[in-house]
C-alpha cells in the first residue's frame, strides 16, 4: 500500500506541472506618457501710454453754481470758530474756510449763504441736502464717517475735549470733581467722552444739557453747574463771553482727541475733492510764504508747485471745474491757513497759542500738512 500511494502521489505532483506549463503567460504592461506639442504664435506686447482726457462731473458744484451761492452750515455761538458778531455778520476759523470755497467757486467770497446750526441738527441738515458743505467744528469719528453717508475733509484743527471751572471752586483736576454737575451740549460727541473719563476714575457725576453752546454757557455762567465742558478751543471762546472771565481756569487733562474739518455728503467725489484741494491749498500757501498781500505779485512769475498751484502751470483747476487761478482768488480773499488761524484764533482772536501745538505747520512740529500740488 506505501508503494502505491507514491506513485499515485507523484503522478499528480507530475500532472500539475505539465498543466501548469500549458497556462499561457501573464502579459506584461509597459505604460508609455505620449507628449502632443502644439505651435503657438508668440505675440510681443508693448507698453504704450495713453493720454487720459478727464472732465469735472460733480453734480453739486453745478447745482452752486446754478444757484449762485454756497450754502455753509456753520456755528453761530462759539467765538473763535463761528459767531455772529454785532453787525450781524458771521465771523470766525470755520466761516472763513466757508469763504474760501465761494471765493473758489465765484471769485467771490460773499457768494455763500451761512446755515446757523446747533450741533444735534447738522447732520441731518447735510443729509436733507439743505446745505453743500459742513464746517462747524464737528469730530471726526469712525460712526460719523461710515455711518451717516458723509466723508470728511482734512483736519483743520485738532483738539480735545477739557473742562472749564470757577477758580472760586478749588478744582484743580477731573480727579477732584466726584459729584459734580457737568454743563454739555446735547449731539456731540462730549457726553460719550465725559461719560468714559470720569467712568475711568471711579467717579459720579449729574449733567445739565443744552442745544446751543450759548444756552450751555450762560447756565455755567449762572452757576447751575460746576463745570463745563466742550473741546478746549470752544471753552477758550466761550470763557470769553462769560461774565467775569478772569474767574475761571480751564483745567490740565484731555479727555479724547478731536480732529475738526469739513464734512460734506457721500455721493459726490468731485465735489469732495474740491473741498479738500482748496483746504491743501490753503495750507501750502502758508508753507510757501504766499499770503493775502503778496499772492498777486508770487503768481506773476510763479514756477514748479507754486506756478502749479496759482495756476500759471499745469490744468489743476480745470480739473476740478474751476478756474486756472482759483487759488489766487481763495487768498486773496481769505489770505493763508495762518492768517485764517491769527484772524480768529491768534492773538486778534481767542487767543488759543499754536506755536509747538498740533496746529502748527508740520515743518515747525505740528499736523498740519499737505500733499504736494502735483
Same mark, same amino acid.
Given at each position: 500500500?506505501a508503494?502505491?500511494? =507514491?506513485f499515485?502521489f507523484?503522478?499528480?505532483v507530475?500532472?500539475s506541472? *505539465? ?9 506584461i504592461v ?5 507628449v502632443? /506639442? ?16 478727464f472732465a469735472m462731473? !460733480?453734480?453739486?458744484? &453745478?447745482?452752486?453754481?446754478? =444757484?449762485? &451761492?454756497? %450754502? ?17 455778520q ?8 466757508c469763504? #474760501?470755497? #465761494? #471765493?473758489?467757486?465765484?471769485?467771490d467770497?460773499?457768494a455763500?449763504e451761512?446755515?446757523? +446750526?446747533?450741533?444735534?441738527? =447738522?447732520f ?7 446745505? $453743500? @458743505?459742513?464746517? =462747524? ?9 461710515v455711518?451717516?453717508?458723509?466723508d470728511f ?5 485738532y483738539?480735545g ?7 472760586a471752586?478749588g478744582f484743580?483736576? +477731573?480727579? $477732584?470733581?466726584?459729584?459734580? /454737575?457737568?454743563?454739555? +451740549? ?6 460719550q467722552?465725559?461719560a468714559?473719563?470720569?467712568?475711568? %476714575? ?5 449733567t445739565l ?8 454757557a450762560?447756565?455755567?455762567d ?6 463745563l465742558?466742550? $473741546?478746549?478751543? &470752544? ?6 463771553? *462769560? ?6 481756569a480751564i483745567?490740565?487733562?484731555i ?6 474739518g469739513?464734512v460734506?455728503?457721500?455721493? $459726490? &467725489?468731485?465735489?469732495?475733492?474740491? @473741498? ?8 501750502? #500757501?502758508?508753507e510757501?510764504g504766499?499770503?493775502?498781500?503778496? @499772492? ?10 507754486t506756478g %502749479?498751484l *496759482? ?13 486756472a ?17 491769527d484772524?480768529? *484764533?491768534?492773538?486778534e ?6 506755536t509747538g !501745538?498740533?496746529?502748527?505747520l508740520?515743518t515747525r512740529g505740528? +499736523?498740519?500738512?499737505?500733499p504736494?500740488w502735483?
Amino acid at each position: 500500500m506505501a508503494r502505491k500511494f =507514491r506513485f499515485i502521489f507523484v503522478g499528480v505532483v507530475a500532472l500539475s506541472l *505539465l498543466l501548469a506549463a500549458c497556462q499561457p503567460a501573464e502579459p506584461i504592461v509597459v505604460t508609455q506618457e505620449v507628449v502632443v /506639442t502644439q505651435e503657438v504664435q508668440v505675440v510681443t506686447t508693448q507698453q504704450v501710454n495713453v493720454p487720459v482726457s478727464f472732465a469735472m462731473e !460733480s453734480a453739486r458744484l &453745478q447745482a452752486v453754481k446754478d =444757484r449762485g &451761492q454756497l %450754502r455753509c452750515g456753520v456755528n453761530s455761538g462759539v467765538p473763535g470758530f463761528g459767531f455772529l458778531d454785532a453787525n450781524g455778520q458771521f465771523v470766525g476759523f470755520d466761516a472763513d474756510f466757508c469763504r #474760501a470755497l #465761494a #471765493a473758489a467757486i465765484f471769485n467771490d467770497p460773499a457768494a455763500v449763504e451761512f446755515r446757523p +446750526l446747533t450741533a444735534a441738527e =447738522r447732520f441731518t441738515t447735510l443729509q436733507t441736502n439743505e446745505i $453743500d @458743505v459742513l464746517i =462747524r467744528n464737528t469730530t471726526w469719528t469712525f460712526g460719523r464717517d461710515v455711518e451717516l453717508g458723509t466723508d470728511f475733509g482734512p483736519t483743520t484743527f485738532y483738539d480735545g475735549q477739557g473742562m472749564m471751572v470757577t477758580k472760586a471752586s478749588g478744582f484743580t483736576s +477731573l480727579d $477732584d470733581m466726584g459729584g459734580a /454737575t457737568i454743563c454739555v +451740549l446735547a449731539g456731540t460727541t462730549t457726553e460719550q467722552n465725559l461719560a468714559d473719563a470720569f467712568a475711568a %476714575r471711579g467717579l459720579t457725576y449729574e449733567t445739565l444739557v443744552f442745544d446751543k453752546s450759548q444756552d450751555t454757557a450762560g447756565a455755567y455762567d449762572q452757576g447751575r453747574c460746576d463745570g463745563l465742558t466742550s $473741546d478746549k478751543s &470752544q471753552l477758550t471762546g466761550l470763557k470769553t463771553g *462769560l461774565t467775569n472771565p478772569g474767574d475761571h481756569a480751564i483745567l490740565p487733562e484731555i479727555m479724547s482727541k478731536e480732529p475738526l474739518g469739513p464734512v460734506w455728503a457721500q455721493g $459726490d &467725489q468731485q465735489w469732495g475733492d474740491l @473741498v479738500r484741494w482748496v483746504v491743501y491749498g490753503l495750507i501750502i #500757501a502758508e508753507e510757501q510764504g504766499i499770503t493775502q498781500a503778496n @499772492v498777486e505779485e508770487i503768481a506773476a512769475g510763479a514756477t514748479g508747485e507754486t506756478g %502749479r498751484l *496759482l495756476g500759471s502751470e499745469g490744468e489743476f483747476g480745470s480739473l476740478l471745474g474751476l478756474d486756472a487761478d482759483f487759488m489766487v482768488n481763495v487768498i486773496k480773499a481769505v489770505g493763508n491757513y495762518g492768517e485764517i488761524y491769527d484772524r480768529h *484764533l491768534g492773538p486778534e482772536g481767542t487767543n488759543i497759542v499754536r506755536t509747538g !501745538s498740533y496746529n502748527d505747520l508740520w515743518t515747525r512740529g505740528g +499736523l498740519i500738512y499737505a500733499p504736494p500740488w502735483r
